[in-house]
């Protein structure tokens, strides 16, 4: 993959982590629940991709 790519996978994986809380806070009914598990699998990813950037 391309530089860029992982890099922005990798700011992402720092970043998304940041909603958690917020989610929590508002309860994990319907479709704050099912945004929050989006979430996971997104950082999920996200970690996958930008594991090694700048290595």
Do not use: C, S
Request: charged share 10%; aromatic share 10%.
């Amino acid at each position: 993959m391309t530089g860029t790519v992982k890099a922005a996978a990798f700011w992402a994986a720092v970043a998304i982590p940041a909603t958690y809380p917020v989610l929590l806070y508002m309860g994990l009914e319907g479709t704050t629940g099912l945004l929050f598990v989006g979430l996971l699998f997104a950082n999920a990813i996200a970690l996958a991709i930008g594991h090694d950037h700048k290595r």
